[in-house]
């Protein structure tokens, strides 16, 4: 018998890990999209390789949980040069060789000269042992004093645009969970293919002030409000990320609820960090159940977060560094 999704949600919060339609191992597939103008479709869920894949202590066991990912229908693997100082996408790496031809693989780069992010691609290349990507992301924007070091002559965004033309890559993007201010102006300047940003329900109504972001329900100015609407109006592939937070939201509202509302935005995928098994099977189910959620329910839910939860998050996200 299938559970219902009150009993998966109850299974799994008591540690059951198991849910009868994915125990049998089969891969089903999940509900995709497309990634925007690069015509590359993609799982709805991808599979965050930062610091929640980091928390797999034993190598063996962070390969057996991405490849339950993989086998349970998700497409889409997201990492970072940077990552455990290259461990993620060595991880990552020692999959390629069977699974690279069903994978779309992203990474970033944390450089911010020319030279610097040419060797870093070379590096992250070798480390993922594949001779491509499909996505080339600029990592973590910080605000308009990093954007003007990453377009400067011998800046990073030139080695991403080398990178395309030389098909090393078939798309560039940036990411930012801080600053939605200057990810709209990169995104307006720049011939970018894709973007990630932080879009949840906590960080739907905040705006840009001194010595960071603030939280001022009612007030438009957070990433949906500014960088969304370019990426859109540019048929970006957008990907959101820190859809619960970091954990700093749960509890303020129910998990399926926090990624159905992420799900629910303009977006091609939510990028998610999953670093225990049940969670992987629990957001893989959620994922098949999406419905979306209207602009009331969202608006409404992200209502019900208490202010001080939100300050606390954008706090948390000012000083935030990826693993």
Do not use: W
């Not at 540690?15 to 993609?42: C, D, S």
């Not at 010595?211 to 592939?237: D, I, N, R, S, W």
């Not at 939860?309 to 935030?320: A, G, P, Y």
């Amino acid at each position: 018998m299938e559970l219902s999704r009150r009993q998966f949600i109850q299974a799994t919060a008591v540690g059951t890990t198991l849910v009868p339609a994915l125990a049998a191992g089969a891969a089903e597939k999940l509900p995709t999209r497309v990634l925007g103008r690069t015509g590359i479709e993609v799982s709805i869920l991808g599979f965050g390789s930062g610091s929640r894949f980091l928390m797999y202590a034993e190598e063996d066991k962070a390969l057996e949980a991405l490849t339950r990912a993989l086998d349970l229908g998700i497409t889409y693997i997201d990492t970072a040069h940077s990552y455990g100082n290259g461990k993620s996408e060595e991880r990552i790496g020692k999959l390629m060789p069977e699974r690279r031809k069903q994978i779309t693989l992203a990474t970033k780069l944390s450089a911010r000269k020319f030279d610097d992010a040419k060797r870093q691609i070379d590096l992250s290349l070798k480390r993922l042992q594949t001779d491509h990507l499909d996505v080339l992301h600029i990592h973590a924007l910080a605000g308009p004093e990093d954007l003007a070091e990453i377009e400067k002559p011998d800046g990073v965004l030139k080695a991403l645009y080398q990178a395309r033309e030389q098909k090393i890559t078939r798309a560039i993007g940036i990411t930012c969970h801080a600053s939605p201010t200057a990810l709209k102006s990169a995104l307006e300047r720049h011939d970018f293919d894709c973007t990630q940003m932080a879009l949840n329900a906590a960080m739907a109504h905040m705006v840009d002030g001194r010595g960071g972001m603030k939280a001022t329900p009612m007030v438009h100015g957070g990433f949906e409000e500014l960088a969304l609407p370019v990426a859109v109006q540019k048929k970006m592939g957008i990907i959101a990320m820190k859809v619960f937070g970091q954990e700093q939201i749960i509890g303020s509202a129910p998990i399926d609820k926090l990624l159905t509302y992420s799900l629910s935005l303009p977006v091609s995928l939510a990028s998610v960090g999953m670093p225990k098994r049940e969670f992987i099977e629990r957001n893989i189910e959620l994922a098949r159940e999406f419905k979306p959620m209207n602009e009331t329910d969202r608006r409404n839910l992200s209502h019900t977060i208490a202010t001080e939860r939100k300050v606390s998050l954008l706090e948390f996200f000012r000083d935030h560094e990826d693993a």
